[in-house]
């Protein structure tokens, strides 16, 4: 088992319980003190059962030790092989939550997919891509709508923000940010040649209000006449939003809603995550050498995946997988190339700092 001072980790959780009851804790330390007291609870809780089943073994042994019944000590031996087995399940789900995953896992996602090189062709990507993400959100029982895009004359989307609902969407999407490049011929190539194009996402965790504080007098609220789908009557009314933060010139607009009341409800959850996010890389450029991601920026220099479509080809850069079964993977069947990125993010987790040093930091 991991050596650690668990009288000390036991008299922190005991801390934090005590700062939970304070009254006059605003609502984002007690959201963030939850969220500790949740990490703190499961790790001890995991402790103490392998404590007990240790006690189980040496008990155990001691009983073969005093049995004098041969049958018997086959009964305690095949008794003890359970236990550790369980035993052994159990240290590593203990060591999983010493390195305590990003607490956005869970939450619902905007997805944000734009154009890149390629025109046209990069455009009905970004809709095949949309297609993709929606049919593996029904897999997973999520429910997905469009907040905003930017039609083309071909049927494409110059870009397209949706928006991801369910339980740890975040967890399994977030590998999808970054360059998606595409190899295939264009419906509108004579010639049969092979064009290459590419494609950014976007993948921001759903802010809360305790996460990020928008002061309402940095934006700037415009309503203008949607268009696109939704009917006659978001043609005819001034039911888009468009809202600016002023201090970022961050602009976000929803236009999916029938009522300009949940619009601009909308348009709010996306500015609010997309400066949270931008908090977050702030941070992480100041704790790291890293090269500082670019989300949303359409700049990236390195692309996460390949899809050739004449050889039926789907290639992750990140973990060197390669799947002769793109037609499958755009149909929505994802995991067999997020579980795998899931197990990859992990092993990078464990080559971090301290375990304890990260997750018993600041109590």
């Known amino acids: 088992m991991v050596a650690l001072d668990w009288n000390k980790i036991e008299n922190d959780y005991d801390s934090i319980i005590k700062k939970l009851l304070d009254s006059g804790l605003d609502k984002r330390d007690r959201a963030q003190l939850q969220r500790k007291s949740f990490q703190y609870s499961n790790l001890l809780s995991t402790y103490k059962e392998i404590v007990t089943l240790q006690d189980s073994v040496s008990d155990l042994k ?7 019944d041969e049958q018997m000590h086959s009964l305690f031996e095949e008794e003890i092989s359970d236990v550790q087995l369980n035993l052994e ?64 004359d071909i049927g494409g989307y110059k870009e397209l923000i949706a928006y991801v609902k369910g339980k740890n969407v975040y967890k399994h999407l977030k590998f999808e940010q970054g360059v998606h490049r595409v190899q295939r011929v264009p419906e509108t190539e004579t010639s049969g040649r092979i064009h290459t194009s590419t494609v950014t996402v976007a993948v921001l965790p759903e802010a809360e209000e305790v996460d990020f504080e928008v002061n309402p007098q940095d934006l700037r609220i415009d309503v203008f006449r949607a268009s696109g789908a939704g009917g006659q009557h978001v043609n005819t009314t001034d039911s888009a ?10 602009v976000v607009s929803c236009q999916d809603e029938r009522s300009q009341i949940k619009n601009k409800a909308r348009a709010m959850k996306v500015l609010r995550s997309r400066l949270l996010q931008a908090e977050k890389e702030r941070h992480a450029a100041q704790m790291s050498a890293e090269r500082k991601k670019q989300i949303g920026m359409g700049e990236r220099a390195e ?3 390949t ?54 930091s600041n109590s």
């Open 62 to 68: 001691k009983q073969i030790e005093e049995e004098k």
């Open 89 to 152: 399940k159990l240290n590593i789900e203990l060591e999983d939550q010493l390195y305590p995953s990003d607490e956005s896992e869970e939450r619902s996602v905007f997805v944000e997919i734009r154009a890149g090189v390629g025109g046209q062709e990069a455009a009905l990507f970004v809709a095949d891509l949309f297609k993709m993400y929606s049919n593996y959100a029904l897999t997973k029982n999520w429910t997905t709508s469009i907040v905003d895009m930017n039609l083309t």
């Open 241 to 250: 939003v468009r809202i600016t933060h002023i201090p970022t010139g961050v």
């Open 303 to 305: 692309k996460i995946r």
């Open 307 to 360: 899809y050739n479509y004449p050889q039926n080809r789907v290639t992750d850069h990140r973990t060197n997988l390669t799947l002769k079964k793109l037609d499958i993977i755009m149909q929505g069947q994802l995991d067999d190339l997020i579980e795998p990125l899931l197990r990859w993010y992990a092993s990078q987790q464990r080559h971090k700092a301290s375990a304890f040093s990260e997750y018993f």
